[in-house]
């Protein structure tokens, strides 16, 4: 098993402003008399984690809401990297008959101790074409699909459009390109605008 999820721990980096990571036992052994009881704080946007449609549409759908078959199963990874963006020119090379989650590896995440100044965006002509093909998941090693400073988010509206689901921050760097399968189930938050994720690989065996 592959683990690509990004390690959560005090410091890891987050959106600028965002609310930091925080984890501390709230509760000891010593005080509580049987167990340490922890508390946990931070932006849900931190590390690997899923987009849920609410994130950017106030009438999307929450976390709960979302199908989870889509987080398990088949995936492609492919590697994409050494281009500032991608759009449906960068992927027509690639084969991507019969996949319905296609990781995109764009190493444009240099240093995992702090948040990139600039990643690998996606274009919004991509949408379309991952539609076409049939993908209804894209992972991306970096913390949006859009650029960081991106207001409108064409790329998560653009998905969103036809149905396709977003995991971001993945730590692909390890991974060799090819099929595997995926698990990166959701928590059941009722609410949420999207999760953290343990994403993890297994080798595919068709
Ligand atoms: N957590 C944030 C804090 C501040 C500004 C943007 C964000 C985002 O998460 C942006 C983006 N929509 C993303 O999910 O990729
Ligand atoms: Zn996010
Ligand atoms: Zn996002």
């Known amino acids: 098993m592959i683990d690509i999820s990004r390690r959560l721990e005090k410091g890891v980096p987050t959106w600028p402003g965002d609310t930091a990571f925080s984890y501390e036992v709230s509760w000891s052994k010593e005080q509580s008399g049987s167990v340490n009881v922890g508390k946990l704080t931070m932006s849900i946007h931190t590390g690997t984690h899923i987009d849920s449609p609410f994130h950017f549409d106030n009438n999307g759908c929450k976390v709960m809401d979302l199908d989870l078959q889509l987080y398990i199963g088949p995936a492609r990874v492919i590697d994409v990297s050494g281009r500032s963006s991608i759009g449906a020119e960068d992927l027509a090379a690639y084969d991507l008959d019969g996949v319905t989650r296609l990781l995109l590896c764009t190493s444009s995440w240099s240093n995992p101790d702090v948040f990139p100044s600039e990643i690998t965006y996606l274009k919004a002509d991509l949408a379309a074409f991952l539609n076409k093909k049939g993908i209804r998941l894209i992972g991306v090693d970096v913390p949006s699909v859009d650029p960081l400073d991106s207001k409108e988010l064409a790329a ?29 189930l959701p928590l059941p938050l009722a609410e949420a605008d999207g999760s953290p994720v343990r994403a993890v690989l297994r080798p595919y065996t068709a």
Do not use: R, T
């Open 156 to 184: 998560h509206h653009g998905l969103h459009a036809y149905d396709i689901h977003i995991l971001e921050g993945l730590a692909l760097d390890h991974v060799n390109p090819g099929d595997y399968e995926l698990i990166a």
